[in-house]
């Protein structure tokens, strides 16, 4: 998995997924792999709304060095996961539209075989988590994508909330605790595991 280059793409308003983006590094580098980027969606929400949380104008104001995703590192990258909460039990309108400016990279084959896996937070256990995650899913069949979730293959899922399609939490830095990172740790070796046997078998061909 060394040779896996992997994107990590998220978008949060403010800041809970972000944490899972870099726990999600970090067990990367972990894991030896040396090609790893985090990568902001764009925040397409007018500034009156973000104005009215301080909590999200201080999250946009300690992460604008934080580059944004492009077509390119899709395109660049073997596996790809995903963070983002939930809106209203789908996918937030800033991640959506990112993804619908990739029917170019999709018409021409460049997404197909990409090792995908996703990760989510809502405002309470109950708010919307496996949708979420499955609205995502379902646009990565369209890719061609692999999707790799974590299912119940290490005890850490359990201790995380138990969510089989990807880590999962209540929004807050109250519940951004250290079974929650043994949580993450555990989808993003499993899915650089399977990003590496993709690559390697690709390359034998």
Request: hydrophobic share 35%.
């Amino acid at each position: 998995m060394e040779n896996v280059k992997l994107a990590i793409v998220y978008y949060s308003s403010t800041g809970t997924n972000y944490q899972l983006a870099q726990w999600a590094e970090k067990a990367a580098k972990q894991n030896g792999v040396k090609e790893v980027k985090i990568l902001k969606v764009k925040e397409t929400a007018p500034q009156e709304a973000i104005s009215e949380n301080k909590d999200w104008q201080a999250h946009i104001e300690a992460t604008r060095n934080v580059p944004e995703v492009s077509l390119d590192d899709l395109e660049w990258a073997d596996a790809i996961i995903f963070s983002a909460p939930t809106r209203y039990g789908d996918l937030p309108s800033q991640l959506s539209a990112f993804i619908d400016t990739t029917g170019g990279l999709w018409f021409t084959g460049k997404l197909a075989n990409k090792v995908v896996s996703g990760m989510t937070s809502a405002q309470n256990i109950h708010g919307g988590q496996e949708t979420t995650l499955l609205s995502l899913y379902k646009t990565m069949y369209h890719w061609g994508a692999i999707v790799v979730t974590p299912s119940y293959t290490d005890e850490s899922i359990f201790g995380a909330g138990g969510n089989p399609y990807g880590v999962s939490v209540s929004a807050g830095k109250e519940n951004l605790n250290e079974k929650v990172e043994k949580a993450v740790a555990h989808q993003v070796k499993r899915t650089l595991t399977t990003a590496g046997w993709v690559k390697t078998g690709k390359s034998q061909q």
